[in-house]
């Protein structure tokens, strides 16, 4: 609750507003630590380079605390959503068997509304073992569909593009609803080789949303740190969604994390 208030207050988050003002998506940071170094990371940055934007939360909370907040949001919300995983904290998937603990107490309690979590997919037993314990969506960051700028990005420690993709597979075969964070970088995203590669994991996820987010990030850093020859004349973000609404005509955009009921009326569609 302090870590909410500070975000809601200081850092102008929307999803912490959401939380005190009781609608949509109610974010639940819970981890300390990440398994990514991003260049472009809001919440921890080397000393001497530039200032992380957020501080992260101090302490893990307790499934119980846990619990508490996210049945709390769901009993006053309308097809309310709690999320994992924000900008104000490490990665949750870190958090092994809180978030499974967490889930199943929050399900023990209540069958309605969503439970999401925002994460980099690095750990995909983590995300079959909160499936068991009842969550309904993910989303899962990602700047490319392609290894090489997924890691020149991401920086992973112990663990690999290739569990990303496995946690998306998880989600499908529990038969649970699945997105992707996209940090859009144009001259990089609006490439040939860039939607191939997104349209080929599209079709491997079974993706139901992607939220198209831009890359907040200086420019001249991002193209440095990049594979050579990744970034350059793009033909458009634009053509990008329009060429990717062609091949997925059942795919939607968004911004937010959309409640389970607008999924299942997605899908049903």
């Known amino acids: 609750m302090q870590q909410l208030e500070t975000c809601a207050l200081t850092y102008g988050c929307r999803a912490a507003q959401n939380y005190f003002i009781g609608r949509h998506e109610a974010p639940i940071p819970t ?3 990440c398994n990514s170094k991003c260049i472009g990371c809001i919440s921890l940055q080397p000393d001497g380079e530039f200032r992380a934007s957020h501080d992260r939360i101090r302490r893990a909370p307790t499934p119980e605390e846990i619990a508490d907040l996210a049945v709390g949001h769901i009993a006053r919300v309308p097809e309310g959503v709690v999320s994992f995983g924000q900008g104000c904290e490490g990665e ?6 809180l978030l499974p603990a967490a889930t199943r107490l929050i399900r023990e309690r209540t069958s309605r509304g969503t439970v999401n979590v925002n994460t980099n997919g690095s750990l ?3 995300v079959d073992a909160m ?5 309904d969506a993910i989303r899962v960051s990602m700047n490319s569909a392609r290894a090489d700028v997924y890691e020149a990005y991401y920086r992973p420690k112990k663990y690999t593009f290739d ?5 998306l597979r998880v989600m499908r075969r529990h038969d649970r609803y ?3 964070n996209y940090l859009v970088f144009p001259g990089l995203t609006d ?4 939607i191939d590669a997104v349209s080929a994991f599209v079709e491997e996820a079974g993706l139901d949303l992607i939220q198209m987010r831009n890359l907040n990030i200086d420019p001249q850093l991002y193209r440095e740190r990049m594979p050579a020859g990744t970034v350059r004349e793009g033909f458009g973000i634009g053509e990008f969604m329009r060429r990717l609404s062609t091949r997925f005509p059942r795919l939607h955009y968004g911004y937010f994390n959309p409640p389970k009921e607008a999924y299942a009326r997605w899908r049903g569609a």
Not at 191 to 194: A, K, W
Request: glycine share 6%; aromatic share 0%; proline share 7%.
């Open 31 to 33: 981890s300390v630590a």
């Open 92 to 97: 949750p998937l870190l958090g092994r068997e």
């Open 124 to 126: 995909p037993a983590v």
């Open 131 to 135: 499936c068991h314990a009842g969550l």
């Open 163 to 167: 569990d990303v993709r496995e946690t």
């Open 178 to 180: 699945r997105s992707i």
């Open 191 to 194: 490439t040939e080789e860039e």
